[in-house]
């Protein structure tokens, strides 16, 4: 089998640390804890990584709303201001002034660069920092991170964005599905000072220096008004134009899934437009997409580019059902049907018959993309004798290499048992509709995931461990997951009151997930799963799944319980007991606080 490195874990993490809140001071991890040496190779497996996306109705938010809860626009109290202090993420420049063109190319071109981001634009410029704080949207942020954002043009087959317009450019183009109208409030002050938007707006759209000026974002445009009025297409009367929000670049702009390409093998599942838990869009390493809302399922060369297709069409419109999401995940792994919807397809399922039921190769049902779906096989290939695989569909398992990829996950199509699993979560937090999880695990991390707790307490950022949640917007780790998770008296606290029917059971999921085999064996047959008390399928070793959590611009009540997914989701056991009771099996890496192990935030 062929096989190659993988980068290190950390560079998964770095890329998208970066993209979702910008520069900061960041180690990576040792490239061992991210890939395995099989005793029958000498080169590394490249692991499975699922991306479990938030494509919930709160991502349509903008990225500067602060208030808690969250309402999605930027002119409440409690949201964060502009100021030319702060650096802003977004798909502008922040050191770079830009200018519109109103012709055909209907887009914003770079124009000036400035030395600082307080230096001002010219009087017929925008500022690109000013931009990425007035309209960058939850939702942009998450394709941002993953792919560069959505490319105007249809995309080529391997995935690439071609240049559009004169110049040619690389042209992207805000969140145009699926979001709602938001408002953003920026103040005149005098025309001096950070808050000014002098120097941020041109000229001919802040006539008359009012007090106040309002940015209207609407699907993939923007107006500016002088009252809190919005009016479609930009027709009030203040409105200079309509803003479409594309943006030019002089190079193709890229994300995670681009970036890390065939060195790891990529899978992404996104919560259902309706119902429990979430559908997988595209299968580990697999080069075919399908739907968010349909059926239709489009093939390309590689897995990357499938995956940027799948990205790409996606748009928020859904409840936040994360541990359901998990919980699908997890069964997807197990190779088990799917609890919420168990006769059509939910994730790919490569056996046939009793709690797996996939139906044959290109069949329409469970567990298959229909007629279009291609195999994994080359030539006069088979799927592995005695796996139990339906025929030509091995390729549906998430631990099948097959040679139908370019390049090949393996010269020669074989099952792999010592490929790592992880599933990395970005979410902007809190739970809702997130019930119909198994009774045994809906309070499975209980010993380790501290004292339950209602409410809000915003007395104090370091208020104590109690039956009353943590809630100020400043509270820290210790006060939110303790110092240990050993115990449940010093493992913080655990909301467990979330509105609209959301619950705590993320992290119940995620330690199951963690902690148990979910392809087991007894002997060389094929095992029970642990909890749900099911029979799986037999894979030698420990095919288990590590979490990673990402708090895309969230307000506390969600940090809460990320923390705790990531701490139980992702511990090194290095002591051999299963259990996360040494704070260095998850909170070891040097990160902003300048030490190891000293922020009590899990690494994950």
């Known amino acids: 089998m062929k096989s190659r490195n993988i980068a290190t874990r950390g560079t998964v993490m770095l890329a998208l640390v970066g993209c979702l809140v910008?520069?900061?001071?960041?180690?990576?991890?040792?490239?061992?804890?991210?890939?395995?040496?099989?005793?029958?190779?000498?080169?590394?497996?490249?692991?499975?990584?699922?991306?479990?996306?938030?494509?919930?109705?709160?991502?349509?938010?903008?990225?500067?709303?602060?208030?808690?809860?969250?309402?999605?626009?930027?002119?409440?109290?409690?949201?964060?201001?502009?100021?030319?202090?702060?650096?802003?993420?977004?798909?502008?420049?922040?050191?770079?002034?830009?200018?519109?063109?109103?012709?055909?190319?209907?887009?914003?071109?770079?124009a000036t660069v400035k030395l600082t981001l307080a230096a001002p634009c010219l009087a017929t410029e925008w500022d690109g920092n000013f931009l990425n704080f007035a309209t960058?949207?939850?939702?942009?942020?998450?394709?941002?991170?993953?792919?560069?954002?959505?490319?105007?043009?249809?995309?080529?087959?391997?995935?690439?964005?071609?240049?559009?317009g004169t110049p040619a450019l690389r042209t992207v183009r805000a969140q145009a599905t699926g979001v709602n109208v938001e408002l953003v409030d920026t103040d005149y002050a005098g025309g001096v000072g950070v808050t000014t938007y002098v120097g941020r707006i041109p000229l001919a759209d802040r006539s008359g220096s009012p007090a106040r000026l309002w940015i209207s974002v609407a699907p993939a445009y923007f107006c500016v008004d002088n009252d809190n009025s919005f009016n479609s297409n930009c027709t009030d009367g203040y409105s200079q134009r309509k803003y479409q929000l594309k943006i030019g670049y002089s190079t193709e702009p890229t994300g995670v899934i681009q970036q890390i390409g065939a060195q790891a093998?990529?899978?992404?599942?996104?919560?259902?437009?309706?119902?429990?838990?979430?559908?997988?869009?595209?299968?580990?390493?697999?080069?075919?997409?399908?739907?968010?809302?349909?059926?239709?399922?489009?093939?390309?060369?590689?897995?990357?580019?499938?995956?940027?297709?799948?990205?790409?069409e996606s748009f928020p419109s859904t409840w936040t059902p994360l541990a359901e999401s998990l919980y699908e995940t997890a069964r997807y792994i197990?190779?088990?049907?799917?609890?919420?919807?168990?006769?059509?397809?939910?994730?790919?399922i490569a056996f046939a018959g009793g709690i797996s039921n996939g139906v044959a190769f290109g069949a329409s049902g469970v567990g298959s993309v229909g007629a279009s779906e291609i195999t994994a096989l080359t030539g006069a290939e088979t799927c592995t004798a005695g796996a139990g695989y339906i025929a030509n569909a091995c390729g549906r398992d998430p631990y099948f290499f097959g040679s139908n990829?370019?390049?090949?996950?393996?010269?020669?199509?074989?099952?792999?048992?010592?490929?790592?699993?992880?599933?990395?979560?970005?979410?902007?937090?809190?739970?809702?509709?997130?019930?119909?999880?198994?009774a045994g695990l809906q309070d499975y991390a209980h010993g380790h995931h501290g004292v339950h707790c209602t409410g809000a307490d915003t007395s104090s950022p370091t208020a104590p461990i109690n039956a009353a949640c943590n809630a100020h917007q400043n509270t820290t780790a210790p006060y939110l997951i303790g110092t240990s998770p050993a115990a449940t008296g010093t493992s913080g606290e655990h909301k467990t009151d979330y509105a609209s029917s959301g619950n705590h059971y993320l992290d119940d999921v995620a330690y199951?997930?963690?902690?148990?085999?979910?392809?087991?064996?007894?002997?060389?047959?094929?095992?029970?799963?642990?909890?749900?008390?099911?029979?799986?399928?037999?894979?030698?070793?420990?095919?288990?799944?590590?979490?990673?959590?990402?708090?895309?611009f969230g307000n506390i009540a969600g940090r809460e319980i990320l923390m705790h997914t990531a701490q139980l989701g992702g511990f090194e056991d290095s002591n051999n007991n299963n259990l996360p009771d040494l704070v260095t099996e998850w909170d070891k890496v040097i990160n902003a606080t300048g030490a190891p192990g000293t922020d009590g935030i899990a690494d994950n």
């Open 405 to 438: 990829h370019t390049p090949p996950w393996a010269t020669t199509s074989t099952q792999v048992r010592c490929c790592k699993t992880f599933v990395i979560l970005v979410t902007d937090g809190e739970p809702t509709q997130d019930t119909n999880i198994p």
């Open 334 to 348: 197990a190779q088990i049907n799917s609890t919420y919807i168990p006769g059509s397809y939910v994730y790919p």
């Open 22 to 110: 910008g520069p900061g001071a960041l180690q990576a991890q040792t490239m061992d804890q991210y890939y395995a040496v099989p005793p029958f190779v000498s080169d590394q497996v490249a692991p499975n990584i699922v991306l479990l996306l938030d494509n919930s109705g709160s991502m349509s938010g903008l990225a500067c709303d602060a208030s808690n809860p969250a309402d999605g626009d930027c002119s409440d109290a409690g949201d964060r201001p502009f100021s030319t202090a702060t650096s802003f993420s977004g798909y502008f420049d922040p050191l770079l002034c830009y200018t519109y063109d109103a012709g055909a190319d209907a887009r914003f071109e770079p």
């Open 136 to 164: 960058f949207r939850r939702f942009d942020a998450l394709k941002k991170a993953m792919i560069g954002g959505d490319c105007f043009m249809a995309r080529a087959a391997d995935g690439t964005c071609p240049t559009y």
């Open 512 to 552: 199951w997930a963690h902690t148990n085999d979910l392809r087991p064996c007894s002997g060389t047959a094929d095992g029970t799963i642990a909890v749900l008390n099911v029979t799986g399928h037999c894979l030698a070793g420990l095919q288990n799944i590590s979490v990673y959590t990402f708090f895309a």
């Open 265 to 312: 093998r990529f899978g992404l599942f996104e919560f259902k437009p309706a119902g429990d838990g979430a559908r997988m869009l595209v299968g580990v390493g697999s080069r075919q997409s399908i739907d968010f809302s349909g059926s239709t399922v489009e093939t390309f060369t590689t897995n990357t580019a499938a995956m940027v297709d799948a990205v790409q």
